[in-house]
C-alpha cells in the first residue's frame, strides 16, 4: 500500500520537476512569450513576414489622407513602359530581367534590371503591380482576421457562457450566416460597391468571416464554465463579467489567437479566389488572385506572370501558418518542446540528466 | 428550426441577389428591332412585374411544392426546368468531391498518425512544412502547375514511355528517405527501411522500364497472388499483429480464395451488367472472409472479421485495377485518345461512345485525375495536422499510462485506446468538410471544365439567373445544415461530457 502511494506521488512529483525547471518564476504570459521566441520555425516566419510586409508596402505609393508616401521603386503600378525585347530568349517580349545567379555560374552577371519581374502583356511594370497586389492582398487579410476575431470571440463568448437560449439564439444565426454563400456576397458588393476598392471588400468580407472562430470559441467556453476555478470564483462572489474578462477569456485566448492566424491565411486566399472568378479586388487595382487569373493562359509563353504573384501569396499564407503554429505551441501548457520522448522516460524513471 | 434558418437565409439571398444586377441589362444595348417584345417576354418570364420582396414567395411555394410530391424550382433563363439541370449535375460534383474527400482523408490521417507517433522528428518536421505549403496554396495555381506538368509533359512522356536512369535513381531515393523516416525509430532501423525501400522501388521502375510496362500494363496471376498474400500479412499485422493466429489464418485463407478466383473473375469481367459482378463479388468476398472467420476463430470473431474483410476488401480493389490496367493499353492507342491520355479539362471525353463498362471506367477515371489530385492536395493537409494534434493530445491523457502500465504492447494502445479517441473529433470534422467541400470545388470545376454545381452556380451569377441560383441554394444549404445537425449530435453522442442546451 504505501510502496503504491509512493509510486504515485512520485510520478507526480517528476511530472511536475519538468514544469518548475522551465517555467520557474515566470507568469503565464511570458512563459508563453518565451516559449514562442523558442520557436525556430515561428520566429524565421514572423521575421520573414515582417520583411515581406516593409518591402512590399515601401515598394510603392501609399497614401493616408492627405499624407503621401512615394514609394523607392522607379515605376508605378498604372505606368506603361517600352516592352523589354533584346536580351529575351526565344522571341517574348517583356521577360524578367532579375538574375540571381553570380556570373561564375551561369555566365551573366547577377543584376535586378530595368524590370526585375518582367513586364505584363501591354508594357507595365510587374514588378510595381505584384507590389501594389500584395499591398492589397496584405490588406484584405489583415481586415478580415481581426475583424472575424472580435466579432467571432464575442459572439462565441456570449453564446457559451450563458447557453441556453440564448446559446441557442446565437448559433442558428452563425447557421444562418454559413449557409449564405460568401461568393454571392462578394459578387453584390462587386456590382453596387465595385469602386470603392479593396478595403471595403475586406470589411464587408470580414463582417461574415466570424463563424468558424464562434463556433470555436463557444465550445471553449462551454468547456472552461464547467471547471472548478469558475466555480471557485462564483463562491467568492464575482460578477458575470469578472468572471467572463478575467477568468475564462484568459483562459481561451490561446484557441482565438491560432484560429484568427489561420484566419488569416484563409483569407488571403479567399481573397485571390474570389478576385480569381472576378468577384473580388476589380481593375484597373490589382490583387495577387487577379494577377493569376489574368495571367493563368499565358503561362506557357510567359511563365513569370504567373510565378511571381504565386510565390507572394504561398510565401505570406505559409509565414502566416508557422506563426499560427507557434502560437499553438506556445499556449499549449501540456506541449514541451525539445524534450524527446526518451529524455521524458528518463525523467519519469527519475534518472539525472 | 432547420426552416426557419433556411426560409430566412434564402430569404436574404434571393434579395441580395435581386439586388446585384439587373437580368435586362443585355437588352438596354441591343439594336435588335424586337428588343421591345423581348423585354416583355422576359419580364413575363421571370415575373419581374412583381417585386423581389414578393416574388420570392412565387418561387417559394413552387418548392413547398415537395411537399405534395410536385416541387417546382422554375425555369432558367433559356426555358430548361431547374430541376433537370441540377440532376445532371449533382453526380458530377459529388463524383468530383467524393474521391478526392476520401483520398484526403486515408492519407491525412495515416501520416498524422505516423507524424504524431515521431514528434519532432525530421519526418514530422518535413510533413509539417508539406502540410502549411498545402494550406498555403490557391487551388486554382496549384491546377496550372498540375495541367503542366502531369498532363501535358506526362502525355508528352507517353508518346515516347522510356525511364531515364536519373529518374529512376531520383524516385528510388525519395521513396527510400520517405520509408526510411516512417520506419527509423534508430539510426539501424532506418537504414534498413531506406535499402529496402529504395533498392525494391529502383528494382521495380527498372524492370518496369525494361518490360514496356507502361503501355502494357497488368499485374498477372502469379504477382497478384503474390501481392495478395502480403496484403494479408500487412492488414494482420495493423490490426491485430501478426502473432495473433486466428487472424493471420483467416487473412491468408482470404488472400489464397482471392488468388484462386482470379481466373475466374477474368471471365466474368466480360460479361455484360458488370454492376452486378462487382456488387456480387463484394458479397461473395464479405461471405468468405466470414467462412474463414468462423473456421480459425472460437472467441473474439469480430476483430478477426475486421481484420479478413479489410483484407477481402483491399485484394477485390487490386484486382479491379488489375482489369483497369489490362484496359489501359487498347484505350490509350485508340485513335480517340491517341497516346495523350491524361485530359485537362472536361468530366468525360466526349468522342468516345462506348457501352463497354471497363473503357468508360478509366475515362472517368482519367477525367477525374487532375482535378483528384488538387483537391486532395489541399483538402489532406488539414487532415494531417488535426489528426497529429489531436493523437498527441490523447497520448498525453492519464488513460494512456494506465494502458501502458497494465502491460499492452504498443501497437494495441496506439490502435484500440488512442487512435478510437483521436476520431471523435475527427469524425465531426469530416461530416462538415463534406458539406462544404461541394461549394469549395467551385473554384476546382471552373478551372477543370467540369459542368457541376459550381459552373452552374458561376452561370446563375453572371447571367443574374435567380431561380438556377435558389435551387443549388437550397441543395447546398441543405446540406450544409443537415450536416451540422449530423456534427452536433455525433460529438455529444460520443462524448459525453458536453453538455448542450441543458438551461443553467
Not at chain 2, 467524393?98 to 505516423?114: D, E, K, Q, S
Not at chain 2, 507517353?158 to 534508430?186: C, D, K, M, Y
Not at chain 2, 458488370?274 to 463479388?281: A, D, I, N, Y
Request: aromatic share 12%; charged share 15%.
Amino acid at each position: 500500500m504505501s510502496e503504491d502511494r509512493k509510486q504515485s506521488s512520485f510520478g507526480a512529483d517528476t511530472q511536475s520537476d519538468i514544469f518548475s525547471k522551465e517555467t520557474e518564476g515566470l507568469s503565464q504570459s511570458q512563459i508563453v512569450r518565451k516559449r514562442f521566441f523558442q520557436h525556430k520555425a515561428a520566429m524565421t516566419s514572423l521575421f520573414v513576414l515582417l520583411g515581406i510586409v516593409f518591402f512590399v508596402f515601401s515598394a510603392q505609393s501609399i497614401s493616408l489622407g492627405p499624407v503621401k508616401y512615394p514609394g523607392w521603386w522607379k515605376y508605378d503600378y498604372e505606368q506603361i513602359s517600352d516592352l523589354r525585347i533584346a536580351e529575351c530568349e526565344g522571341g517574348v517580349v517583356g521577360c524578367p530581367s532579375l538574375d540571381v545567379l553570380p556570373s561564375f555560374i551561369d555566365g551573366t552577371p547577377m543584376q535586378i534590371g530595368e524590370h526585375p519581374f518582367g513586364q505584363d502583356d501591354i508594357g507595365r511594370d510587374y514588378f510595381a503591380m505584384v507590389m501594389r497586389g500584395a499591398q492589397r492582398s496584405l490588406l484584405v487579410m489583415v481586415i478580415i482576421g481581426t475583424l472575424g476575431a472580435a466579432l467571432g470571440t464575442v459572439i462565441g463568448a456570449i453564446a457559451g457562457f450563458f447557453r441556453g437560449w440564448v446559446d441557442a439564439i446565437l448559433m442558428r444565426f452563425t447557421d444562418f450566416i454559413i449557409t449564405v454563400p460568401t461568393i454571392v456576397l462578394g459578387s453584390v458588393i462587386g456590382y453596387h460597391f465595385g469602386n470603392l476598392g479593396a478595403v471595403f471588400l475586406a470589411f464587408f468580407l470580414g463582417i461574415f468571416a466570424w463563424t468558424g472562430i464562434s463556433r470555436l470559441v463557444r465550445g471553449e467556453f462551454l468547456k472552461l464554465r464547467e471547471l472548478e476555478f469558475v466555480d471557485a470564483a462564483r463562491v467568492a462572489g464575482a460578477s458575470t463579467r469578472r468572471i467572463i474578462f478575467k477568468h475564462i477569456l484568459p483562459n481561451a485566448v490561446g484557441v482565438i489567437i491560432v484560429s484568427a492566424t489561420l484566419l488569416m491565411s484563409g483569407a488571403i486566399l479567399l481573397e485571390t479566389g474570389l478576385s480569381y472568378l472576378g468577384f473580388g479586388v476589380v481593375p484597373p487595382d490589382v490583387s495577387l488572385g487577379l494577377l493569376i487569373s489574368s495571367y493563368q493562359d499565358a503561362f506557357t509563353v510567359r511563365p513569370w506572370l504567373f510565378w511571381w504573384p504565386g510565390i507572394f501569396i504561398i510565401a505570406v499564407a505559409l509565414c502566416v501558418n508557422f506563426i499560427g503554429d507557434g502560437l499553438r505551441d506556445a499556449f499549449d501548457p501540456r506541449q514541451r518542446r525539445g524534450m524527446s520522448r526518451k529524455d521524458k522516460a528518463s525523467l519519469a524513471r527519475g534518472e539525472s540528466k | 428550426m432547420l426552416l426557419v434558418i433556411l426560409f430566412g437565409s434564402s430569404y436574404l439571398l434571393y434579395n441580395l441577389q435581386a439586388l446585384s444586377g439587373d437580368p435586362l441589362a443585355e437588352f438596354k444595348t441591343s439594336r435588335d428591332p424586337e428588343v421591345e417584345s423581348q423585354i416583355k417576354a422576359t419580364i413575363e418570364q421571370l415575373r419581374l412585374d412583381v417585386p423581389a420582396p414578393l416574388r420570392y414567395f412565387i418561387w417559394l411555394r413552387g418548392v413547398l411544392g415537395i411537399f405534395i410530391g410536385q416541387p417546382d424550382f422554375g425555369k432558367v433563363r433559356t426555358g430548361e426546368p431547374v430541376g433537370e439541370i441540377l440532376i445532371d449535375a449533382i453526380p458530377v460534383t459529388i463524383r468530383l468531391v467524393f474521391g478526392a474527400t476520401i483520398i484526403a482523408i486515408l492519407l491525412g490521417i495515416t501520416i498524422g498518425v505516423v507524424t504524431a507517433l515521431r514528434q519532432y522528428s525530421r519526418f514530422d518536421y518535413s510533413m509539417t512544412f508539406v502540410a502549411f505549403l498545402m494550406f498555403s496554396l490557391p487551388i486554382f495555381w496549384v491546377a496550372v502547375l498540375l495541367k503542366e506538368f502531369m498532363a501535358i509533359q506526362f502525355n508528352n512522356f507517353l508518346s515516347e514511355p522510356n525511364i531515364p536512369t536519373g529518374w529512376i535513381i531520383g524516385i528510388a531515393g525519395f521513396v527510400a528517405l520517405f520509408f526510411g523516416a516512417i520506419l527509423g525509430r534508430s539510426r539501424r532501423t532506418f537504414w534498413i527501411g531506406f535499402f529496402s525501400a529504395g533498392g525494391f522501388t529502383a528494382l521495380l521502375l527498372a524492370i518496369i522500364d525494361a518490360r514496356g510496362w507502361i503501355l502494357e500494363p497488368g499485374i498477372g496471376p502469379i504477382f497478384f497472388a503474390v501481392m495478395a498474400i502480403l496484403i494479408a500479412f500487412g492488414v494482420t499485422q495493423i490490426s491485430m499483429g501478426v502473432g495473433h493466429k486466428p487472424s493471420l489464418y483467416a487473412s491468408l485463407s482470404v488472400a489464397v480464395a482471392g488468388a484462386i478466383t482470379y481466373f475466374p473473375m477474368q471471365s466474368l469481367f466480360k460479361r455484360e451488367s458488370q454492376v452486378t459482378v462487382l456488387l456480387g463479388g463484394l458479397v461473395v468476398a464479405l461471405v468468405i472472409a466470414g467462412i474463414a472467420t468462423m473456421i480459425f476463430a472460437r472467441i473474439d470473431r469480430g476483430p478477426v472479421y475486421r481484420t479478413s474483410s479489410i483484407t477481402a476488401f483491399i485484394i477485390g480493389i487490386i484486382m479491379i485495377v488489375d482489369k483497369l490496367m489490362q484496359t489501359w493499353g487498347p484505350y490509350v492507342s485508340s485513335g480517340d485518345v491517341q497516346y495523350r491520355p491524361v485530359p485537362t479539362i472536361g468530366e468525360r471525353n466526349p468522342l468516345i461512345e462506348t457501352t463497354d463498362f471497363w473503357v468508360a471506367l478509366l475515362d472517368t477515371l482519367l477525367h477525374m485525375f487532375l482535378p483528384t489530385i488538387a483537391l486532395t492536395l489541399i483538402g489532406f493537409a488539414g487532415y494531417v495536422r488535426y489528426t497529429r494534434g489531436t493523437l498527441l493530445d490523447v497520448l498525453n491523457q492519464d488513460y494512456i499510462r494506465t494502458a501502458r502500465a497494465k502491460g499492452l504492447n504498443e501497437r494495441t494502445v496506439i490502435m484500440r485506446h488512442a487512435f478510437r479517441n483521436t476520431m471523435i473529433p475527427i469524425v465531426t470534422l469530416l461530416v462538415v468538410d463534406f458539406a462544404s467541400v461541394v461549394g469549395g470545388a467551385l473554384i476546382t470545376e471552373n478551372v477543370f471544365a467540369w459542368r457541376g454545381m459550381g459552373t452552374l452556380f458561376r452561370q446563375a451569377i453572371g447571367t443574374f439567373d435567380l431561380n438556377l441560383l435558389m435551387g443549388i441554394f437550397f441543395v447546398t444549404a441543405t446540406l450544409a445544415l443537415v450536416a451540422n445537425l449530423v456534427a452536433d449530435l455525433l460529438y455529444s453522442a460520443l462524448d459525453p461530457r458536453v453538455r448542450v442546451g441543458s438551461g443553467k
